[in-house]
T-cell receptor
Framework: QQQVKQSPQSLIVQKGGISIINCAYENTAFDYFPWYQQFPGKGPALLIAIRPDVSEKKEGRFTISFNKSAKQFSLHIMDSQPGDSATYFC????????????FGGGTRVLVKP | DTGVSQNPRHKITKRGQNVTFRCDPISEHNRLYWYRQTLGQGPEFLTYFQNEAQLEKSRLLSDRFSAERPKGSFSTLEIQRTEQGDSAMYLCATPWGDGNTIYFGEGSWLTVV
C-alpha cells in the first residue's frame, strides 16, 4: 500500500517559472515531511522539511505548503533554473516507526533555458 | 558530502554470486537505515538499526538478504545468490541533529547479469 502519493510524475517548466509538486499521505501518524532532490547517479539530498504544526516553510527559492486537514503538502520551486533539473521526492516519517522514511514515487523536473 | 560513505559505488556480478555493501557514517548517531531504489522509483525501506540491534526488516528483505551493524558504527548489507531482480541502488542513511533529519549516502549500484 503506497502511503505517500506524488504527482505529477514529470513536468517541464521554462527558466524563471514556478515548479509545483504535490503529495498526499494517508497515515495521520506522520509528523515529519521532507523533500529530497536527486540527480542521476547520486543519492537523495535533503532539500527542505516541514512539521504539521506549520502551514508553510520557505528556504530560498523553495517553499513547502502543508494542509493538515487535507493530508496534502506541496513543493514550490520559484524562479526555476536549469540546475534545478532533477528528480524530486516527497517523504514522510514518524518517531514511533523509528523515523523511517516513506517516499512518494518521484517527479522528474526539467527546466528549459 | 553527506557524511555517509558507501562502498563499493558500483558492482557488477553474475547471477548466483554473493555481494556485500558497506556503509560508514561519520555521524555517531545510534540509528542507521538501508533503502533500495530501482530506476524511476522512490527509495524503499529495507531495514534499520538502533545501535547494534536490527529493529525492523521490510518484507522486501528476503532471506537472501542479511544486514549487520556489529559495533554500532558501520554496517554491511549482504545479498546471497543474487538474482537479476536485485539490480538496484542500495542506499544507506543516518540521522543528524534532532534525529528526524535523514542524510543519505551516494548509494551502491548493483547490476546482476
Amino acid at each position: 500500500q503506497q502511503q505517500v502519493k506524488q504527482s505529477p510524475q514529470s513536468l517541464i517548466v521554462q527558466k524563471g517559472g514556478i515548479s509545483i509538486i504535490n503529495c498526499a499521505y494517508e497515515n495521520t501518524a506522520f509528523d515529519y515531511f521532507p523533500w529530497y532532490q536527486q540527480f542521476p547517479g547520486k543519492g537523495p539530498a535533503l532539500l527542505i522539511a516541514i512539521r504539521p504544526d506549520v502551514s508553510e516553510k520557505k528556504e530560498g527559492r523553495f517553499t513547502i505548503s502543508f494542509n493538515k486537514s487535507a493530508k496534502q503538502f506541496s513543493l514550490h520551486i520559484m524562479d526555476s533554473q536549469p540546475g534545478d533539473s532533477a528528480t524530486y521526492f516527497c517523504a514522510a516519517s514518524f518517531k514511533a516507526a523509528g523515523n523511517k522514511l516513506t517516499f512518494g514515487g518521484g517527479t522528474r523536473v526539467l527546466v528549459k533555458p | 558530502d553527506t557524511g555517509v560513505s558507501q562502498n563499493p559505488r558500483h558492482k557488477i556480478t553474475k547471477r548466483g554470486q554473493n555481494v556485500t555493501f558497506r556503509c560508514d557514517p561519520i555521524s555517531e548517531h545510534n540509528r542507521l537505515y538501508w533503502y533500495r531504489q530501482t530506476l524511476g522509483q522512490g527509495p524503499e525501506f529495507l531495514t534499520y538499526f538502533q545501535n547494534e540491534a536490527q529493529l525492523e526488516k521490510s518484507r522486501l528483505l528476503s532471506d537472501r538478504f542479511s544486514a549487520e551493524r556489529p559495533k554500532g558504527s558501520f554496517s554491511t548489507l549482504e545479498i546471497q545468490r543474487t538474482e537479476q531482480g536485485d539490480s538496484a541502488m542500495y542506499l544507506c542513511a543516518t540521522p543528524w541533529g534532532d534525529g528526524n533529519t535523514i542524510y543519505f549516502g551516494e548509494g551502491s549500484w548493483l547490476t546482476v547479469v
